[in-house]
């Protein structure tokens, strides 16, 4: 949880204090008051009469660690969001910033999040060019498209609603030699964006991993690398670049690290594997003369991605910058204060000083004399509030969200003028993605009697798996499930061109499908649930998860194809 509202006044006595500041550790009784660190008693007297006490004689307390880029996606370790909360509550980190959500997910998860013992989750709204990197599913409405200063800048205007906490910019195309290169931004374009996004108070992380897209990034006043610079040495000329744009660097060394706990023998003997250890020998160097160079070291991590788990990567990020060669005090700087500095809140938290959050870690060692010491938290506390450690609320064992009811069987008639769906949510397209894909069109038409209907069209790619179609969210940004299990399917009017189309009902199991055929006059098209063909051998329908309702055309690459779509309901 990320708030005060359980918050109880609290003393830490007699306890070790790494404050943040740059000052050396010192002995202190630590304070907190509705959330925020009231007292900090360097005679390290004892707590007051009736404040509930933490005798901290043998711990260390610093304030609670950052990790500026994560993604929480069902392909990480954990997978489900209430798990991965707690890894990073375990690791004792307390706020993250997670790159991987639609902006139409950010209000829900926000709410959801907040009841869920964890850091403090803030949310990147997502921009890259048209064939960029992060644009490869092309989903635009997850990751904005631009390529000119006049769209970055309306691209910026657009996402404010959603109040992103930060953008997140994928400006650098190349695919460490391993792939076919994605586009990059082009430098006036990126500048336009950052412009726009500090006058609206958004600071900017970019993806950048190559030296002279660093020196654009510094250039165009880009506030945080939060990948690492990987196929050249930086020089004075990047160094100065990035001082210059008051740039920070976070490098996210441990998505990089080639040599992880599962990498197996037969791995570490393919030829790749040397490629990758140069390459991460380059990320390594190039921390070490950033930050002598003085450059801001900050704290990313790229956790969510395979064999980059939540929680222990940010831990093994600042291992990895002492491996680098900072100084283990620096490393710490970089995980707290640098980090809260870097994004802005450091007036908030990433301290140990009176008025500010009461974000703390608790550890049983002191890791800025053995690094390896991060691993022995004791307890989390995230706004005065005991997330992690003896006396914290029991681990969530839920791994999706409550579902919500369903009191009506109108799904969408795509009779609103906004354009949302009966549900109040956005339809989204759901394109193909990758170097070689689809482009799709849809939007919602009226056509005379029957009010709104929404209309697809497409060019399908030249590719084996081509596929167009949309989605019809059950709850806003797909977050919340809905409970469909008292009906028996789903009914929609269509039309088409006589070729097979594919009804996908999407739960947080799985998706279930079936394929149906219309022609060009309107047709009624009822699928029962026990109809459709399930996500895997033995799963069986329940119908008290629902997330989404899909309609796809998948053919032949080389095809135009086109739907039209009306009064989708529950039967």
């Known amino acids: 949880m990320t708030g005060s509202s359980l918050a109880q006044d609290l003393a830490i006595t007699n306890v070790t204090v790494f ?8 002995r202190a009784t630590v304070m907190f008051d ?36 994560v993604h929480y996606t069902p392909i990480g370790q954990p997978a489900t969001t209430p798990q991965i909360s707690q890894e990073y509550a375990k690791a004792g980190v ?28 803030n949310f990147a709204a997502r921009m890259s060019t048209t064939n960029g990197h992060g644009a490869d599913w092309s989903d635009t409405s997850t990751t904005k498209w631009v390529n000119t200063p006049y769209a970055a800048t309306e691209a910026v205007k657009e996402l404010l609603p959603y109040q992103p906490d930060v953008i997140k910019v994928f400006t650098d195309g190349w695919r460490y030699g391993s792939g076919v290169d994605n586009t990059s931004m082009n430098e006036p374009t990126l500048t336009a964006l950052v412009e726009e996004a500090h006058a609206n108070g958004l600071k900017v992380l970019t993806h950048t991993v190559t030296k002279d897209r660093a020196e654009i990034a510094g250039r165009s006043g880009v506030d945080v690398i939060a990948h690492s610079v990987l196929d050249k040495h930086v020089d004075q000329v990047t160094i100065d670049a990035l001082k210059n744009g008051s740039t920070a660097y976070a490098g996210t060394l441990a ?40 450059v801001l070291i900050a704290l990313g991590t790229d956790a969510g991605m395979p064999r980059t788990p939540h929680g222990y990567s940010t831990l093994s990020e600042m291992e990895l910058m002492v491996r680098a060669g900072l100084p283990q005090t620096a ?37 800025w004399e053995n690094i390896s010491d991060l691993h022995k938290t004791k307890y989390t506390f995230v706004g005065g509030e005991k997330v992690y450690g003896e006396g914290a609320p029991a681990p969530i064992e839920a791994t999706v969200m409550a579902s919500s009811d369903i009191t009506d069987t109108l799904i969408a008639d795509f009779d609103r003028e906004d354009g949302r769906s009966s549900r109040d949510t956005l339809v989204v397209g759901d394109p193909d993605g990758g170097m070689e894909r689809s482009w799709q069109v849809f939007e919602v038409i009226d056509d005379g009697d029957r009010g709104g209907v929404l209309h697809l069209s497409a060019d399908l790619a030249l590719r084996e798996d081509a596929r167009a179609g949309i989605v019809v969210p059950m709850n806003v940004g797909s977050v919340q499930p809905a409970d469909g299990s008292a009906y028996k399917g789903v009914t929609f009017d269509a039309r088409g061109d006589d070729k097979p189309y594919t009804l996908v009902v999407a739960t947080t199991e799985g998706r279930w499908s079936c394929e149906f055929e ?5 047709e009624t098209v009822s699928v029962p649930f026990k109809d459709l063909i399930a996500p895997a051998d033995g799963a069986e329908w329940t119908g008290d998860n629902i997330v989404d309702v899909r309609l796809l055309v998948k053919r032949p690459g080389g095809d135009t194809v086109w739907f039209e779509l009306d009064n989708v309901k529950f039967f």
Do not use: C
């Open 255 to 294: 998505v990089y690290n080639p040599d992880k706990l599962e990498t197996t023998p037969f791995e570490r003997e393919h030829p790749s594997f040397k490629s990758r250890q140069a390459r991460f020998q380059v990320g390594l160097d190039n921390m070490k003369a950033l930050y002598e160079g003085g």
């Open 94 to 121: 307390t706020s993250v910033y997670d790159f991987a959500q639609a902006p139409e997910a950010f209000a829900p998860r926000r709410e959801w999040l907040q009841s869920l013992p964890g850091p403090r989750v």
């Open 331 to 367: 490393a710490l700087m970089a995980g707290t204060s640098n980090s809260a500095r870097a994004v802005g809140v450091y007036d908030q938290r990433g301290s140990i000083e009176v008025g500010k959050d009461a974000d703390v870690v608790l550890i049983a060692g002191k890791p």
């Open 518 to 522: 219309v022609g060009e006059d309107w």
């Open 34 to 69: 509705d959330g925020l660190i009231s007292a900090i008693d360097k005679a390290a007297g004892p707590a007051p009469a009736g404040v509930p006490a933490i005798d901290g004689s043998d711990l260390s307390l610093l304030p609670g660690f950052f990790d500026l880029h």
């Open 19 to 26: 404050d943040g500041t740059g000052a050396e550790p010192y």
